[in-house]
């Protein structure tokens, strides 16, 4: 269901400012309305900066990929770097926005450490491209809401250098200056935190599908300014206040909420709000002034004199189309119609995807979870193998406190232990057996189908084959006669709950297969289990489980 508050009127205020007209439904902040506009700053994964050829790597020693032209010597001429180009037209393209046939750079002017030309070569004219719009879904309060949020300009920029800070002094590193960046500016077109942090993740999400950006947040290469500012639904839009440099989408709706209700406070006592730039301070969770637009520093933009127009072909942007990766949204719909996956299944695998470090200056590349999750199903049911994905494999990664990659447990051999559970040779989750998740039941990985799978992620380059390393962990299903022998044994051990169980006392029935389980380790069936307890006990069948 779409919220009311996604149906909106625009009407444009004297000032050319938007103002809409939407019914302010959230209970947080009754009768006011926020709205938020968002410039993310994201780093391109070109291998070379974006004017010059040193290698684009952050991490190496401090200086170490460091051209003249970086470090603005005289003389030395920037040299635009096709691939960045490459990157930024994809992006703009999987935005759905207008790559303009003509773009420039030019100059903005300020004088810091970390800025060695006293200059940083952005696109304020003409940026690359103008327009688009990505849709952005989620949930708050068990509502879905989903919105298209607008894009306003993507333009390409370089990345400072980076500056730590001693007692004293402070160093400087120009591995990152000259770094290839984009801005990508939103309209004003978000109206809560949770949105906006929709906005931020499935944006996020894009850039990593097509390769334009790892987007990893936590190392810097995605950073967000957020734009804040609240009104009377129908009135015009209040004056915003920007926020400088959020880099966890926690920390950018804490933020967000905390600047939102600032506003309020003010606006409800009479007073107004001063366009300002803010700092956000994590842990008094609140925004600080950082300067006021009175004090804004005056950049001098001009165009840059020694780069001449970007010019992009009809021709170019056709190759670039044709070199598209698909987008998420295309995937959710494969997977979603194609192989009738359910939503969380969808949103599992779609997380799984993580981009590697190597960058690859704009080489068409697939989703390896996607990829990865069809070589299984081939041949099997996608629901089935969408599950072991996403609670065994992943679970067992997470366990180990790693993340998926496709080399990690081999396809084929995800297949065949899927084939082996579903033979009987392996046991699987009894999932007929209870309605609720079975993880919630029994411990994590007690069928023989998951300890397997467990010990190939520990063994992760056995040359093993996989029926040998079965018989030698003893993980082959029991058969018939043993199963009788641990239920036996398991009536025995639990002798009160097998007396409530004979009164008619079903409930306790999981408590005893969970016993079989835990003294067969995993080899037993738990619903053959639960067939031959029921019989044992002298319970009738369960009709509801056959
Ligand atoms: N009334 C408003 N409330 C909230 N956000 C707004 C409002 N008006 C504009 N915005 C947002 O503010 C952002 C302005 O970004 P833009 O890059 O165009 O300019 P800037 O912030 O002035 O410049 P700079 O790039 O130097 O920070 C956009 O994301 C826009 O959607
Ligand atoms: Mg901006
Ligand atoms: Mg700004």
């Not at 393209?93 to 300020?110: I, M, N, P, T």
């Not at 189309?321 to 299944?345: C, T, V």
């Not at 069936?525 to 009709?543: K, S």
């Given at each position: 269901?779409?919220?009311?508050?996604?149906?909106?009127?625009?009407?444009?205020?004297?000032?050319?400012?938007?103002?809409?007209?939407?019914?302010?439904?959230?209970?947080?902040?009754?009768?006011?309305?926020?709205?938020?506009?968002?410039?993310?700053?994201?780093?391109?994964?070109?291998?070379?900066?974006?004017?010059?050829?040193?290698?684009?790597?952050?991490?190496?020693?401090?200086?170490?990929?460091?051209?003249?032209?970086?470090?603005?010597?005289?003389?030395?001429?920037?040299?635009?770097?096709?691939?960045?180009?490459?990157?930024?037209?994809?992006?703009?393209?999987?935005?759905?926005?207008?790559?303009?046939?003509?773009?420039?750079?030019?100059?903005?002017?300020?004088?810091?450490?970390?800025?060695?030309?006293?200059?940083?070569?952005?696109?304020?004219?003409?940026?690359?491209?103008?327009?688009?719009?990505?849709?952005?879904?989620?949930?708050?309060?068990?509502?879905?809401?989903?919105?298209?949020?607008?894009?306003?300009?993507?333009?390409?920029?370089?990345?400072?250098?980076?500056?730590?800070?001693?007692?004293?002094?402070?160093?400087?590193?120009?591995?990152?200056?000259?770094?290839?960046?984009?801005?990508?500016?939103?309209?004003?077109?978000?109206?809560?935190?949770?949105?906006?942090?929709?906005?931020?993740?499935?944006?996020?999400?894009?850039?990593?599908?097509?390769?334009?950006?790892?987007?990893?947040?936590?190392?810097?290469?995605?950073?967000?300014?957020?734009?804040?500012?609240?009104?009377?639904?129908?009135?015009?839009?209040?004056?915003?206040?920007?926020?400088?440099?959020?880099?966890?989408?926690?920390?950018?709706?804490?933020?967000?909420?905390?600047?939102?209700?600032?506003?309020?406070?003010?606006?409800?006592?009479?007073?107004?709000?001063?366009?300002?730039?803010?700092?956000?301070?994590?842990?008094?969770?609140?925004?600080?002034?950082?300067?006021?637009?009175?004090?804004?520093?005056?950049?001098?933009?001009?165009?840059?004199?020694?780069?001449?127009?970007?010019?992009?072909?009809?021709?170019?942007?056709?190759?670039?189309?044709?070199?598209?990766?698909?987008?998420?949204?295309?995937?959710?719909?494969?997977?979603?119609?194609?192989?009738?996956?359910?939503?969380?299944?969808?949103?599992?695998?779609?997380?799984?995807?993580?981009?590697?470090?190597?960058?690859?200056?704009?080489?068409?590349?697939?989703?390896?979870?996607?990829?990865?999750?069809?070589?299984?199903?081939?041949?099997?049911?996608?629901?089935?193998?969408?599950?072991?994905?996403?609670?065994?494999?992943?679970?067992?990664?997470?366990?180990?406190?790693?993340?998926?990659?496709?080399?990690?447990?081999?396809?084929?051999?995800?297949?065949?232990?899927?084939?082996?559970?579903?033979?009987?040779?392996?046991?699987?989750?009894?999932?007929?057996?209870?309605?609720?998740?079975?993880?919630?039941?029994?411990?994590?990985?007690?069928?023989?189908?998951?300890?397997?799978?467990?010990?190939?992620?520990?063994?992760?380059?056995?040359?093993?084959?996989?029926?040998?390393?079965?018989?030698?962990?003893?993980?082959?299903?029991?058969?018939?006669?043993?199963?009788?022998?641990?239920?036996?044994?398991?009536?025995?051990?639990?002798?009160?709950?097998?007396?409530s169980a004979r009164k008619g006392n079903t409930k306790v029935l999981k408590r005893l297969v969970g016993e079989v389980?835990?003294?067969?380790?995993?080899?037993?069936?738990?619903?053959?289990?639960?067939?031959?307890?029921?019989?044992?006990?002298?319970?009738?069948?369960?009709?509801?489980?056959?």
């Amino acid at each position: 269901m779409l919220s009311r508050a996604s149906c909106r009127v625009a009407r444009l205020s004297p000032s050319g400012t938007r103002s809409y007209s939407v019914e302010a439904t959230d209970e947080r902040w009754p009768g006011w309305q926020p709205v938020i506009g968002i410039e993310v700053h994201t780093q391109i994964r070109a291998r070379r900066k974006l004017f010059s050829d040193a290698v684009a790597n952050f991490d190496a020693r401090p200086n170490w990929h460091v051209s003249s032209f970086d470090a603005a010597f005289p003389g030395t001429l920037p040299v635009l770097n096709k691939a960045c180009v490459d990157l930024g037209t994809r992006t703009a393209l999987a935005l759905g926005s207008q790559v303009h046939e003509r773009s420039s750079f030019d100059r903005k002017h300020y004088f810091y450490a970390d800025l060695p030309a006293g200059y940083q070569i952005t696109q304020h004219y003409s940026p690359l491209a103008t327009g688009g719009k990505l849709h952005v879904t989620h949930t708050h309060k068990q509502v879905k809401h989903g919105r298209d949020v607008r894009i306003h300009q993507i333009q390409l920029e370089q990345d400072t250098a980076k500056s730590t800070y001693h007692p004293g002094h402070t160093l400087i590193d120009l591995n990152r200056a000259g770094a290839a960046l984009m801005e990508i500016v939103s309209e004003p077109d978000m109206r809560s935190p949770e949105e906006a942090g929709a906005y931020v993740t499935e944006l996020r999400a894009l850039l990593r599908a097509i390769g334009a950006s790892n987007g990893n947040m936590d190392e810097g290469s995605l950073r967000c300014d957020v734009n804040v500012s609240v009104h009377r639904p129908g009135e015009y839009f209040g004056t915003r206040c920007e926020i400088k440099n959020l880099n966890t989408i926690k920390g950018l709706q804490i933020a967000i909420t905390s600047e939102i209700r600032r506003h309020i406070a003010l606006l409800s006592s009479g007073q107004s709000i001063a366009q300002e730039t803010r700092g956000f301070d994590e842990d008094r969770a609140e925004t600080f002034k950082l300067r006021s637009k009175e004090d804004a520093p005056d950049y001098r933009y001009m165009p840059d004199p020694n780069l001449p127009p970007l010019m992009i072909s009809q021709d170019y942007i056709q190759h670039i189309k044709a070199g598209m990766p698909p987008l998420p949204s295309d995937i959710r719909q494969r997977l979603a119609e194609q192989h009738k996956l359910s939503e969380r299944h969808i949103d599992v695998l779609m997380s799984m995807w993580e981009v590697s470090d190597v960058p690859f200056d704009g080489e068409r590349r697939e989703n390896d979870a996607l990829s990865y999750f069809e070589e299984v199903a081939q041949g099997r049911s996608s629901r089935l193998v969408a599950n072991w994905i996403t609670n065994d494999l992943v679970g067992g990664l997470a366990y180990r406190g790693e993340t998926f990659s496709p080399e990690r447990l081999p396809a084929a051999h995800l297949g065949l232990i899927i084939d082996m559970v579903q033979m009987g040779d392996l046991t699987g989750l009894p999932s007929l057996l209870f309605s609720e998740p079975c993880s919630l039941l029994l411990p994590p990985l007690a069928t023989s189908g998951r300890a397997l799978l467990r010990r190939l992620l520990e063994e992760p380059c056995t040359s093993e084959p996989l029926s040998a390393m079965i018989d030698r962990l003893n993980l082959r299903s029991t058969g018939a006669d043993g199963l009788q022998q641990f239920c036996e044994t398991a009536i025995t051990r639990l002798h009160v709950e097998a007396e409530s169980a004979r009164k008619g006392n079903t409930k306790v029935l999981k408590r005893l297969v969970g016993e079989v389980m835990k003294t067969s380790k995993g080899r037993a069936d738990a619903q053959a289990a639960a067939v031959m307890l029921r019989e044992m006990l002298g319970l009738p069948a369960d009709e509801t489980k056959s």
